[in-house]
């Protein structure tokens, strides 16, 4: 499956941002799907997860209570919804396809990148 991460872009401390990430292919539905980011000198890191059903969602403790993630499998999108952003946030979010054991599974494509200003 190939993925398109969009919605970034520059807002302000405790703003809000919609990311959405396009799969293309008609697997998206096999996988679980996720959401990583990586910041300026940092290694990528896990930011939420959502399982093929939708049914449950994960989230790293950084953004539990501010971020959101759905996907609609008719739409072969995932979404991340992030509130109250913070300065710390800035990264490029990637999204991607996660096996059953919820490790990444093939490649990450475009991110997208999120700058929260102070």
């Known amino acids: 499956v190939q993925l398109q991460a969009s919605g970034g872009g520059l807002v302000q401390a405790g703003g809000s941002l919609r990311l959405s990430c396009a799969a293309s292919?008609?697997?998206?539905?096999?996988?679980?799907m996720g959401w990583f980011r990586q910041a300026p000198g940092k290694e990528r890191e896990f930011v939420s997860a959502i399982p093929r059903s939708g049914s449950m969602t994960y989230y790293a403790d950084f953004v539990k209570g501010r971020f959101t993630v759905s996907r609609d499998n008719a739409k072969n999108t995932v979404y991340l919804q992030m509130n109250s952003l913070k300065p710390e946030d800035t990264a490029v979010y990637y999204c991607g396809a996660l096996g059953s054991d919820y490790k990444p599974v093939g490649d990450w494509g475009q991110g997208t990148l999120v700058t929260v200003s102070s």
């Open positions: 292919g008609r697997t998206f539905s096999n996988y679980n």
